[in-house]
């Protein structure tokens, strides 16, 4: 009777005859089915029968849970392609749904939502619906608001509303919030981590980590990341080698090598400095490198280095060679030379050129600049995980190409630049590769970078007489 609304008029004899024939129809295909694939397993075409039935699909799945739902062991064959039909039906439904959820646009986030699409599809037999899972959700919400209430009567997120989409910018009242989480998730309900039987599907299904308060860290980090959002927390999930986390995004948001990816990378290389041939140390930063899209030739240093080391790890490093390679041959397909001329319309926007030493203005660091783009070039999944949507001009502004003092290779956008009025030589390894000279306020592009570059020498001229000259006759004065 839930599929009725109590205001329809509903013609109950006619219905009972479209059931009743849609369970005839149901019962009559089940049979076939053990004739038609005894032999084979049920292929993608095993169900065009089904998809051109007529009437209501839902008598048609009532008949196929009657069939289920027939007491003691008797119909077996009957019950395991009824189920096979059931299942192939829901999924189908299901599926549609998580198509048309993905197709949503990039600023629309329920991670929640996907996650429940996903528990459907794979227990498709199982009653769950993302409004009983929200429902629950909100219910520990609820506990986390009475104990942020005992922190802070006057907090912020006690008022907030459901479906609320508010943020708390004072990192202190962020704090408050994610102690009171900790301490009703873990304390109070006991949610844990399944060390134990950690590939336990059941680990995975939304509803299963509610029932069980237990998961894996992918599970656990949606389940905390929701409850974050609708108290005002922003937490952004991190695609981490072999794990999944969730960062806490402190203060302002930025964009480019984000400071957690920075510290990871800075971390590798002062650790690897001192200890080079640690195998699986290499393997991460290799992966990390991957990962961003960035210094590929830099990735394919690391994997022989690896393979020299340890054979071993010839699997691990065969893939990601192979993933390398094809990145790289697909910018030499995209890109080619590309000549990139300052006085093109399209260029209107860039305002520094190659050659150039700048420091980055959120994370301190001192660069020089070996390339640029009219607007960020990197791909969708790098543009998302490194938050260029939060900055101001987003990713369309133009971005730069930069050697960094610490030996690394980052992409840094405009708005997140400026002149270095002290400039210095950037111990780069790789400044030789585009650069032939430092003069003491920037560097000369050798005959190759300037082959792609060739009108911004004369902008680098132009930027050294009116910012360092300019602070020289100010020191003279």
């Avoid at 640690?278 to 210094?295: S, T």
């Avoid at 050659?355 to 390339?371: A, D, S, T």
């Avoid at 998302?384 to 949507?389: A, G, I, L, S, Y």
């Avoid at 680098?460 to 000259?469: C, L, P």
Wanted: charge should be negative.
């Amino acid at each position: 009777m839930k599929h009725y609304s109590p205001t329809d008029y509903v013609n109950w004899l006619e219905e009972y005859k479209v059931r009743q024939k849609a369970g005839l129809e149901a019962r009559k295909i089940v049979a076939s089915f053990s004739k038609r694939f005894f032999s084979e397993h049920v292929p993608c075409n095993g169900f065009s029968d089904i998809e051109n039935l007529e009437g209501p699909e839902i008598f048609f799945e009532d008949e196929l849970v009657c069939i289920l739902n027939m007491e003691g062991r008797k119909a077996l064959t009957w019950k395991y392609y009824a189920k096979k039909i059931l299942y192939y039906l829901r999924q189908q439904k299901i599926l549609n749904n998580l198509k048309a959820f993905l197709q949503q646009p990039d600023d629309y986030e329920s991670y929640l939502e996907g996650a429940v699409y996903i528990d459907q599809y794979c227990n498709p037999l199982s009653d769950i619906s993302l409004k009983d899972i929200q429902a629950q959700i909100d219910s520990i919400v609820e506990l986390v608001c009475k104990t942020l209430r005992g922190i802070n009567c006057r907090h912020p997120s006690l008022g907030f509303k459901a479906g609320e989409s508010s943020m708390i910018m004072e990192i202190e009242l962020q704090s408050q919030v994610l102690d009171a989480m900790n301490y009703v998730l873990y304390d109070q309900l006991k949610f844990k981590g399944n060390r134990m039987d950690y590939y336990n599907a059941l680990n995975l299904y939304m509803h299963q980590v509610l029932i069980r308060r237990t998961g894996i860290p992918i599970s656990m980090s949606l389940l905390y990341l929701t409850i974050a959002r609708q108290l005002g927390v922003p937490l952004e999930p991190v695609n981490f080698p072999s794990h999944f986390l969730l960062r806490w995004c402190q203060g302002a948001e930025g964009e480019g090598i984000d400071q957690s990816y920075q510290l990871l990378r800075d971390s590798l290389d002062l650790y690897l400095a001192m200890y080079p041939d640690q195998v699986q140390l290499l393997l991460l930063q290799a992966r990390l490198y991957f990962h961003l899209g960035i210094w590929p030739e830099k990735v394919l240093d690391i994997l022989q280095h690896i393979q020299t080391l340890d054979p071993g790890q010839h699997g691990a490093v065969g893939y990601l060679v192979q993933h390398t390679l094809e990145h790289i041959e697909r910018k030499k397909e995209e890109v080619g030379v590309e000549v990139k001329l300052r006085s093109d319309e399209k260029h209107r926007d860039v305002c520094y050129s190659i050659g150039l030493i700048m420091k980055h203005k959120r994370y301190g660091y001192n660069c020089v600049i070996y390339g640029w783009d009219p607007t960020c070039m990197m791909g969708h999944e790098w543009i998302r995980n490194m938050n260029v949507h939060s900055l101001p001009h987003g990713h369309h502004q133009p971005f730069y190409n930069v050697l960094v003092e610490d030996g690394s290779c980052r992409y840094a956008a405009q708005e997140n630049l400026e002149y270095n009025v002290e400039p210095q030589e950037i111990s780069h390894p790789d400044v030789g590769r585009y650069f032939s000279e430092f003069t003491g306020t920037h560097y000369i592009p050798n005959a190759e970078l300037e082959i792609r570059y060739p009108e911004d020498l004369e902008f680098v001229y132009e930027t050294v007489q009116n910012i360092y000259s300019a602070k020289k006759e100010n020191i003279d004065e």
